[in-house]
């Protein structure tokens, strides 16, 4: 889906982050999506497991069950979550995340001087009359604005490798092109596509991928509520851990849309590090959007493939669909001649610490 963010300058902080890959599971933020009755750490256990359609209800779970606490498997998988492809209905959202909510405002912190954005008549996302986004207190990442906290350079050398909006139906091309090559990428997903493809969410797994965050509908979150970005990150991370037993550290905002905000919620409520990026391969608009083409994504990559390896190269890239893939797949050659250091997402910042984990 099309990133709209305008270039921004390049810097040369260095990254204080914690670069585990993922959030301990005894953690206060992992309490708030393990469900009742499973362990932390591991896939759904008493639930429906992945994909499965499951199965009418019986006499033994309408009398016995009575509850799909105790006999989850009875239940659809899909029916663990919202619908897909829309922002969900806060009113479903549990408990605990809206009381983490209040809990981070309470704490302070919350950047009360950050109004929303709504949609002008190009569809471009703007702040109200008067409200300049390059600067404090808003910082819009599209509009040019940068945090220390942020995941916007990668350390010299490193080619930080991530891939936006899956799984898609190319998630089998890119897997199979990522395992032949024995590398491993993040992959910023949506959670909506999640549900809708179980087979190439297991897929990324299996390749060996870093699991990350990319909202459960893929919106512009400066336009939403508090309540609405709660759940927008809260479900693509229910649905993660759900499935791999993995609490997510990383996530991307839709669109490079990020402001303080935005900001405040990923990080003091679910303590997750906020990637935008410092390249963007273009491949998005490919095929219908700027006459973009495989060819000139190539050629745009191969420019900053060959430039200054300081800093390193954060890169948007996407899983959308076979022209992203193939992309990807012939500039790769490219990365590898030119000595680039490609990781996914944690160990580039690993790498940015001397290697050493935090
Ligand atoms: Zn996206």
């Known amino acids: 889906m099309a990133a709209t963010a305008a270039a921004v300058p390049m810097d040369t902080r260095g990254n204080p982050h914690n670069v585990e890959p993922y959030q301990d599971n005894h953690s206060d933020v992992a309490k708030l999506f393990i469900r009742a009755g499973d362990k932390p750490g591991k896939p759904l256990a008493k639930g429906p497991q992945i994909g499965s359609a499951g199965a009418s209800p019986s006499f033994v779970y309408i009398t016995v069950c009575k509850s799909d606490f105790f006999c989850g498997r009875q239940i659809e998988w899909k029916a663990l979550y919202p619908s897909v492809e829309k922002v969900p209905d806060v009113s479903t959202t549990p408990k ?103 087979t190439q969410f297991q897929q990324i797994i299996a390749s060996g991928g870093h699991l990350s965050v990319h909202t459960w509908s893929h919106q512009h979150n400066s336009a939403l509520t508090d309540e609405q970005i709660l759940a927008e990150i809260g479900w693509c991370m229910q649905v993660i851990y759900d499935n791999s037993g993995l609490v997510p550290k990383f996530w991307r905002p839709p669109f490079g849309d990020l402001d303080n905000r935005v900001r405040f919620i990923a990080e003091n409520v679910f303590n997750l590090i906020t990637l935008t990026w410092n390249r963007d391969s273009r491949d998005w ?74």
């Open 96 to 198: 605990s995340w809206t009381a983490a909510l209040a809990a981070a405002k309470e704490a302070g912190g919350y950047p009360s001087g950050v109004p929303l954005t709504t949609a002008d008549a190009s569809g471009n996302y703007v702040y109200p009359a008067g409200v300049n986004p390059s600067v404090e207190p808003v910082c819009s990442f599209p509009s040019g604005c940068n945090k220390a906290s942020d995941f916007y350079n990668a350390p010299d050398g490193v080619l930080a490798l991530s891939f936006d909006d899956g799984p898609t139906a190319a998630t089998t091309n890119l897997t199979n092109f990522i395992k032949k090559n024995h590398i491993s990428a993040s992959h910023n997903m949506i959670g909506s596509h999640i549900v809708e493809l179980p």
């Open 285 to 358: 608009a490919i095929p219908s959007l700027f006459d973009q083409t495989i060819q000139k994504s190539v050629d745009e990559v191969r420019s900053y493939v060959n430039g200054s390896k300081s800093p390193g190269m954060n890169i948007l890239e996407h899983e959308l669909n076979d022209a992203c893939v193939t992309v990807f797949e012939t500039v790769y050659r490219d990365y590898v001649k030119d000595g680039w250091d490609i990781r996914n997402l944690p160990d580039a910042l690993s790498k940015g610490n001397n290697g050493k984990k935090q």
